[in-house]
């Protein structure tokens, strides 16, 4: 396994997550809750929340396509700055959406002390958006199993997202995976602008049924 900053935060969350789930006082201090935030300026919940999960289940699938995603937008970053500041711009893009997609939701819940989530789903689809905005037509698994175009799935992610966030009672971020998808291509295209070219050229030259 290459040592990348991809595979250091695979570790690195998976270590926090299980260290939380073997000890709730921790698990309590590092998860996003709007409420507390908002009454105790405990806004560093915002990006620890990212590095702690509700299950094994939950981590696993997060690590998983987090690795399967990573390390191209981490090469890419580096093919187009360099070793050190690629790395350097692609650890502030994955960390700024986990911080970024959580404000949504830190206003809409900021005065229910019933809500709370975890996880580094919103962070885990930015960079699978920057993954389908470079690559549209890639084969990606639905649910791991049915092929479909990175186009597609991207378009069906964010509309389910969004209807999920105005319609399900589950708990899940939703608005965390619909901004922390549009936050990552948006973070590509002004550190990257080169990437619109890509993306476009892609889109037509690459285009399956031409």
Same mark, same amino acid.
């Given at each position: 396994?290459?040592?990348?900053?991809? #595979?250091?935060?695979?570790?690195?969350?998976? *270590?926090? @997550?299980? /260290?939380? %789930?073997?000890n =709730?006082?921790?698990?309590? =201090?590092?998860k996003?809750?709007?409420?507390?935030?908002? =009454?105790?300026?405990?806004?560093? =919940? /915002? *990006?620890?929340?990212?590095?702690?999960?509700?299950? /094994?289940?939950?981590?696993?699938? #997060? *690590?998983f396509?987090?690795?399967?995603?990573?390390?191209y937008?981490?090469s890419? %970053?580096?093919?187009?700055?360099?070793?050190?500041?690629?790395?350097?711009?692609?650890?502030?893009?994955?960390?700024g959406?986990?911080?970024l997609?959580?404000?949504?939701?830190?206003?809409?819940?900021?005065?229910?002390?019933?809500?709370?989530?975890?996880? +580094?789903?919103?962070? &885990? @689809?930015?960079?699978?958006?920057?993954?389908?905005?470079? #690559?549209?037509?890639?084969? *990606?698994?639905?649910? %791991?199993?049915?092929?479909?175009? +990175?186009?597609?799935?991207?378009?069906?992610?964010?509309?389910?997202?969004?209807?999920?966030s105005?319609?399900?009672?589950?708990?899940?971020?939703?608005?965390?995976?619909?901004?922390?998808?549009?936050?990552?291509?948006? /973070?590509?295209? &002004?550190?990257?602008?080169?990437?619109?070219?890509?993306?476009?050229?892609?889109i037509?030259?690459?285009?399956?049924?031409?």
């Amino acid at each position: 396994m290459d040592i990348n900053l991809t #595979n250091i935060l695979v570790l690195l969350t998976g *270590l926090i @997550s299980y /260290m939380a %789930f073997n000890n =709730r006082e921790l698990f309590n =201090r590092l998860k996003h809750y709007p409420y507390q935030e908002h =009454r105790e300026k405990e806004y560093y =919940r /915002m *990006l620890s929340s990212g590095f702690v999960h509700g299950s /094994m289940t939950h981590l696993l699938i #997060n *690590l998983f396509v987090f690795y399967q995603f990573g390390g191209y937008v981490e090469s890419y %970053f580096v093919l187009h700055h360099g070793l050190v500041l690629g790395r350097v711009l692609y650890l502030l893009v994955y960390l700024g959406i986990i911080v970024l997609a959580d404000v949504a939701s830190y206003y809409k819940h900021k005065d229910n002390p019933s809500y709370a989530s975890i996880g +580094a789903s919103g962070g &885990v @689809s930015g960079i699978i958006f920057i993954f389908c905005f470079l #690559n549209p037509w890639s084969m *990606l698994g639905l649910y %791991f199993i049915i092929p479909i175009p +990175a186009i597609i799935f991207a378009v069906l992610y964010l509309y389910y997202s969004s209807w999920a966030s105005k319609n399900s009672n589950d708990n899940i971020d939703h608005d965390a995976h619909f901004y922390g998808a549009i936050l990552g291509i948006l /973070m590509l295209v &002004v550190l990257i602008p080169s990437s619109i070219k890509q993306f476009l050229s892609k889109i037509i030259e690459d285009f399956p049924w031409f």
